[in-house]
């Protein structure tokens, strides 16, 4: 079974930067979407951005601008580079992969373990 690893989280001050990676274990759908999702202490979880096959990307409103996300299909990768980081962006960022046709259930596809992102100074 295919799993997912993040790595990069940590504490940073605001305005500084992080880059998280995951490495799936094998090999991900090239049709697949990959994305990154945060959930910060009392709140629900929410998609901070995703990647489509073709490299079409979408972001939450709020990290627009400030966060990059890409997918490397050769080496079975996707990173998220945070930038210009804020207090309110603190939280748990999980990564995920999952069937286009399954993206919106939560229930399917394929979660990491979670990689702690503090933004504090």
């Known amino acids: 079974q295919v799993q997912l690893v993040e790595s990069g989280g940590g504490l940073v001050q605001p305005g500084g930067s992080l880059r998280l990676s995951c490495a799936a274990s094998t090999s991900i759908g090239v049709t697949d979407i990959m994305g990154w999702y945060r959930q910060a202490p009392g709140k629900q979880r929410e998609l901070v951005a995703a990647?489509?096959?073709?490299?079409?990307?979408n972001y939450a409103d709020s990290v627009k601008g400030r966060f990059t996300i890409s997918r490397d299909n050769a080496k079975n990768t996707v990173s998220l580079q945070m930038d210009s980081l804020k207090p309110e962006d603190t939280g748990v960022y999980y990564c995920r992969a999952a069937a286009p046709h399954l993206w919106n259930r939560h229930e399917f596809g394929i979660w990491g373990q979670g990689a702690q992102v503090t933004v504090s100074s």
């Open positions: 990647v489509l096959s073709g490299s079409s990307t």
